[in-house]
């Protein structure tokens, strides 16, 4: 029969990739439907993953801020954390951007639909609202934002499953309560953001990782400052330790563990009174009926996608954490433009030589491009460029010198290929290294350049002088 509704470009999911492939397909003229099935756009970046986490991570900030100032000669008094308010205060950050969002959606006159989207055609998908009203829209080309969800672990089932003790990031950034002692399963940047939070709010934390070191994907140069400065907030760290089972017991939550390695040594059972499962996000490719659509899915439920983000069906996109790692935000939002200007008729394809990635830890932890592990475990030959923060005036003058900036650079080249950050406002630091390397900058052109002084930035510019200093073949 005939399609309730008829448009030039569907977008399914109105997480980051979703809203921009849809804003930008309407600025290119394309009469847009975004589909999602909540009531609120932003998907989980923004309901519930990097903007509410980051309005807790400010919160626990200042708080640690505040108490390291007894050092400084200045103490103020223990803090009286209302916890209705600061669960109100993350509700108003987030509600200010969604309502942000829908108004955006608004201007472009972009058609929002809510409701659970479905394929049953190449050119049809169902949407099946709440109330189990169905419609049923026509479109000619599409764009897969579906995005991820938690992974859950294989022994939290039945009771432990519905257990409130136990709980995802979504249920962490809840914040309905401070546990007294918390473990964290998983030593990856979410665990250790949500460890962050309720650490500072008065938990006692224990992490348990299976792999040898937190954070994978870093430099471990970079998470050896990180965890010297966070000694104190764990009680323990637990390395190449499995976490097998999980009992919920009246006095509280039972899990025990074994090593991960033959011959490895695990500690006994232990009580928690909150569970984080913080052990990885999988695609949402199997729950769209894709295959309706003759769109292609992997056993893991990912969408592969060509340069333009086109699957094996040409008129079917698809972008953000449902076509794979890493799983960021402002990756999902690169490639959803990518994807609306192709579709629109233009030349755009992904090209981005390197994505960065942030711990909004304290310190932050931010790299981007090549890391010194990566080149090695590559046989890849590079130089280094370092610039310890002992040096730099103003984190000094912070307080707060724990940190390094560190440049790699080409041997042959000495062009920039990669970089870590690892102290306050990383995270805020990384871009210019991100615009470096894209722009092919080298040594010189990062060192010359002027930076202002005192600023935390100016670590970059010290950090690739230091490496022209050893330099002798240089101009
Ligand atoms: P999503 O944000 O997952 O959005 C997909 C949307 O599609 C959802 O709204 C969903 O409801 C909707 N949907 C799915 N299926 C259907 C269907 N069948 N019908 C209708 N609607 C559907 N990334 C960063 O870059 N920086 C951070 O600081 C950061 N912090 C994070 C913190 C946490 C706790 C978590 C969990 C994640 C964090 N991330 C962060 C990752 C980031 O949230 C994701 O990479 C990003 O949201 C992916 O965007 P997306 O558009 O691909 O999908």
């Not at 921009?20 to 009531?39: C, I, M, Q």
């Not at 950050?93 to 309502?99: A, E």
């Not at 983000?309 to 790692?325: K, L, S």
């Given at each position: 029969?005939?399609?309730?509704?008829?448009?030039?470009?569907?977008?399914?999911?109105?997480?980051?990739?979703?809203?921009?492939?849809?804003?930008?397909?309407?600025?290119?003229?394309?009469?847009?439907?975004?589909?999602?099935?909540?009531?609120?756009?932003?998907?989980?970046?923004?309901?519930?993953?990097?903007?509410?986490?980051?309005?807790?991570?400010?919160?626990?900030?200042?708080?640690?801020?505040?108490?390291?100032?007894?050092?400084?000669?200045?103490?103020?008094?223990?803090?009286?954390?209302?916890?209705?308010?600061?669960?109100?205060?993350?509700?108003?950050?987030?509600?200010?951007?969604?309502?942000?969002?829908?108004?955006?959606?608004?201007?472009?006159?972009?058609?929002?639909?809510?409701?659970?989207?479905?394929?049953?055609?190449?050119?049809?998908?169902?949407?099946?609202?709440?109330?189990?009203?169905?419609?049923?829209?026509?479109?000619?080309?599409?764009?897969?934002?579906?995005?991820?969800?938690?992974?859950?672990?294989?022994?939290?089932?039945?009771?432990?499953?519905?257990?409130?003790?136990?709980?995802?990031?979504?249920?962490?950034?809840?914040?309905?309560?401070?546990?007294?002692?918390?473990?964290?399963?998983?030593?990856?940047i979410i665990g250790l953001e949500m460890a962050t939070v309720y650490s500072?709010?008065?938990?006692?934390?224990?992490?348990?990782?299976?792999?040898?070191?937190?954070?994978?994907?870093?430099?471990?140069?970079?998470?050896?400052?990180?965890?010297?400065?966070?000694?104190?907030?764990?009680?323990?760290?637990?390395?190449?330790?499995?976490?097998?089972?999980?009992?919920?017991?009246?006095?509280?939550?039972?899990?025990?563990?074994?090593?991960?390695?033959?011959?490895?040594?695990?500690?006994?059972?232990?009580?928690?009174?909150?569970?984080?499962?913080?052990?990885?996000?999988?695609?949402?490719?199997?729950?769209?009926?894709?295959?309706?659509?003759?769109?292609?899915?992997?056993?893991?439920?990912?969408?592969?996608?060509?340069?333009?983000?086109?699957?094996?069906?040409?008129?079917?996109?698809?972008?953000?954490?449902?076509?794979?790692?890493?799983?960021?935000?402002?990756?999902?939002?690169?490639?959803?433009?990518?994807?609306?200007?192709?579709?629109?008729?233009?030349?755009?394809?992904?090209?981005?030589?390197?994505?960065?990635?942030?711990?909004?830890?304290?310190?932050?932890?931010?790299?981007?491009?090549?890391?010194?592990?990566?080149?090695?475990?590559?046989?890849?030959?590079?130089?280094?460029?370092?610039?310890?923060?002992?040096?730099?005036?103003?984190?000094?003058?912070?307080?707060?010198?724990?940190?390094?900036?560190?440049?790699?650079?080409?041997?042959?080249?000495?062009?920039?290929?990669?970089?870590?950050?690892?102290?306050?406002h990383a995270g805020d630091m990384i871009g210019e290294l991100a615009l470096?390397?894209?722009?092919?900058?080298?040594?010189?052109?990062?060192?010359?350049?002027?930076?202002?002084?005192?600023?935390?930035?100016?670590?970059?510019?010290?950090a690739a002088e230091a490496f022209e200093g050893v330099c002798t073949d240089?101009?």
């Open positions: 029969g005939q399609a309730d509704v008829q448009c030039d470009m569907l977008v399914l999911g109105a997480g980051p990739g979703g809203y921009s492939a849809a804003f930008r397909s309407a600025d290119l003229g394309l009469n847009t439907v975004l589909v999602e099935r909540y009531a609120v756009l932003g998907g989980v970046c923004l309901n519930v993953g990097c903007i509410p986490s980051k309005a807790l991570l400010h919160v626990a900030a200042v708080i640690d801020e505040a108490a390291s100032m007894s050092t400084h000669g200045v103490t103020f008094g223990k803090p009286q954390i209302d916890i209705d308010k600061l669960r109100g205060y993350k509700e108003k950050v987030v509600g200010k951007m969604t309502t942000g969002l829908a108004g955006m959606a608004k201007a472009r006159k972009v058609n929002v639909m809510q409701g659970v989207g479905q394929f049953v055609g190449p050119n049809h998908l169902e949407i099946i609202a709440a109330d189990g009203g169905k419609k049923t829209v026509q479109f000619k080309q599409a764009i897969i934002a579906a995005g991820s969800s938690v992974v859950d672990l294989p022994f939290v089932q039945g009771a432990e499953k519905a257990d409130p003790r136990i709980v995802d990031s979504t249920g962490a950034l809840e914040l309905r309560s401070v546990p007294k002692r918390m473990l964290v399963i998983g030593g990856g500072t709010l008065g938990a006692r934390i224990d992490v348990v990782e299976m792999m040898d070191g937190l954070m994978q994907g870093a430099d471990r140069d970079m998470v050896r400052v990180w965890q010297k400065f966070n000694e104190k907030r764990f009680d323990r760290i637990m390395l190449k330790t499995k976490t097998v089972g999980v009992e919920a017991l009246k006095e509280g939550i039972k899990v025990s563990f074994e090593a991960a390695e033959a011959g490895g040594t695990a500690p006994e059972p232990q009580l928690y009174d909150m569970v984080l499962v913080a052990v990885g996000r999988s695609p949402n490719g199997k729950k769209i009926a894709a295959d309706k659509a003759g769109v292609a899915v992997t056993d893991r439920g990912f969408i592969n996608v060509d340069s333009q983000m086109r699957t094996n069906v040409p008129h079917i996109f698809a972008i953000g954490d449902i076509i794979g790692q890493p799983m960021l935000a402002h990756k999902a939002v690169h490639e959803g433009h990518v994807a609306a200007e192709a579709a629109a008729g233009q030349k755009s394809h992904f090209d981005a030589r390197v994505i960065p990635s942030v711990a909004y830890t304290d310190p932050e932890v931010a790299w981007v491009g090549m890391t010194e592990d990566e080149a090695k475990a590559r046989g890849i030959k590079l130089e280094k460029g370092l610039f310890p923060w002992a040096a730099s005036g103003r984190a000094v003058a912070n307080g707060r010198d724990e940190g390094f900036t560190k440049l790699l650079f080409d041997a042959d080249t000495h062009r920039i290929v990669g970089a870590g950050i690892v102290g306050t470096a390397i894209e722009m092919g900058a080298d040594a010189v052109d990062i060192g010359k350049t002027i930076h202002p002084h005192p600023t935390l930035g100016e670590s970059i510019g010290m240089l101009p």
